[in-house]
């Protein structure tokens, strides 16, 4: 693995999106953005606090549109992308998405009002070629709503990443039976956890608990670090230098938050651990 000068890993931002406002909002966008998160406008954050690497998560608010983010990982080997495709997409236009730097399909489904039956054919079928393609189902839910989707998604053997700390119900926390149920999953050894997004899932306490569960039950060989920049609907609310803050004040010991970078440089860039 290609270290920074000290001897750590090179920091990884496995959570951000970008966008122009030339790309059309979905018919069921649940924000408008205010203005645009360019490439380059991130790149610079990511410059200006000494992040080396980045993920892009597929934003739903624009559905399939995945050209924007392509582009960029194409042109910049320090990027990774997740996509949003239509369950029937042609393998073809999948092993095109890979070659341009897509290493998993986004399941964005919080808001919408209920998942799809990841049981059907249709959907066994699609999940059966993202495991073909060595992908991994990245998955954002209602921690209520999860128990189901994880059971099936592990069933087609692709590597399964949960969003934003699994999403607990706020007045249950850490016993909310689908964050139990993405522990469970963790232990099984094919799941990883972001602790990413933090201001959207409940308040410091809950935040505090769930960090620390985390860490003793999945450990930082399971865990992703995301800023979730630009942070739709919190714009000027958060900003990037806060983001990576709240990371180190979550996880404080150096030698851990490196551990998570280390995770981070293997799954998503093929690094030796």
Not at 56 to 83: K, Q
Not at 104 to 132: E, I, M, N, Y
Not at 260 to 267: D, G, K, L, S, V
Request: net charge negative.
């Amino acid at each position: 693995m290609t270290t920074e000068r000290n001897g750590a890993a090179p920091r990884v931002d496995t959570h951000a999106h970008i966008y122009h406002d030339g790309m059309p909002l979905a018919a069921d966008a649940w924000h408008r953005p205010e203005g645009e998160a360019r490439l380059d406008t991130y790149l610079a954050c990511l410059d200006r606090a000494g992040v080396a690497r980045a993920v892009l998560a597929a934003i739903s608010l624009f559905g399939p549109n995945n050209d924007y983010a392509l582009a960029a990982t194409a042109a910049h080997p320090r990027l990774r992308t997740t996509v949003i495709v239509d369950p029937d997409t042609d393998i073809g236009m999948l092993r095109g998405m890979a070659a341009a730097g897509a290493v998993g399909v986004r399941l964005q489904w919080r808001s919408t009002p209920a998942p799809p039956d990841l049981a059907s054919p249709r959907w066994r079928r699609f999940l059966g070629r993202v495991a073909d393609l060595g992908w991994h189902v990245q998955l954002h839910d209602n921690g209520r709503r999860l128990t189901p989707a994880i059971d099936a998604i592990e069933q087609c053997g692709a590597p399964l990443v949960i969003d934003h700390f699994g999403r607990p119900d706020a007045e249950k926390g850490v016993d909310c039976p689908g964050f139990q149920a993405v522990l469970r999953a963790v232990a099984r050894g094919n799941c990883w956890v972001k602790m990413s997004a933090d201001f959207r899932v409940g308040p410091d306490a809950m935040i505090r608990d769930l960090t620390r569960v985390l860490l003793d039950h999945a450990g930082p060989e399971r865990l992703l670090w995301g800023s979730d920049w630009p942070f739709a609907v919190y714009e000027g609310q958060v900003t990037y230098d806060q983001a990576t803050a709240r990371f180190d004040s979550l996880v404080p010991d150096a030698g851990i938050r490196d551990r998570i970078h280390r995770t981070a440089n293997q799954f998503y860039f093929g690094d030796d651990p």
